[in-house]
């Protein structure tokens, strides 16, 4: 069993600057692929971006302003955040999913977060 907690969460003015954290414990960090979704009020949840090995993927809506990274060796992936939107404000959750031949679907994602949220005011 795997629990992730993130943080770094908070109030932003548009153009600015987050990371979230989210620490992994409870299993083997490497044996997962980790992503990053996030959920506006009255919205489904949405992927943001992923990670495995050193490769990384990312939504179109974030692509060039957000950055996703792990430290294996502290079990934490990062999601840095520029040039934030208010359109970025939602609760973002850390997911992982297992290793395998693709990029998994967000129902491959096998554990969750209980989620920061991020506001951007305009």
């Known amino acids: 069993q795997v629990q992730l907690v993130e943080s770094g969460g908070g109030l932003v003015q548009a153009g600015g600057s987050l990371r979230l954290s989210c620490s992994a414990s409870g299993g083997t960090f490497t044996s997962y692929i980790m992503g990053w979704f996030r959920q506006a009020p009255g919205k489904e949840r949405e992927f943001v971006a992923a990670?495995?090995?050193?490769?990384?993927y990312y939504s179109d809506s974030v692509k060039g302003r957000f950055s996703i990274s792990r430290d294996n060796a502290k079990n934490t992936v990062y999601l840095q955040m520029n040039s934030l939107k208010p359109e970025d404000t939602a609760v973002y959750y850390c997911?992982?999913?297992?290793?395998?031949?693709?990029?998994?679907?967000?129902?491959?994602?096998?554990?969750w977060g209980q989620g920061t949220q991020v506001a951007v005011s305009s």
């Open positions: 990670i495995r090995w050193s490769s990384t």
């Open positions: 997911a992982a999913a297992l290793y395998g031949s693709r990029w998994p679907s967000r129902d491959e994602y096998k554990y």
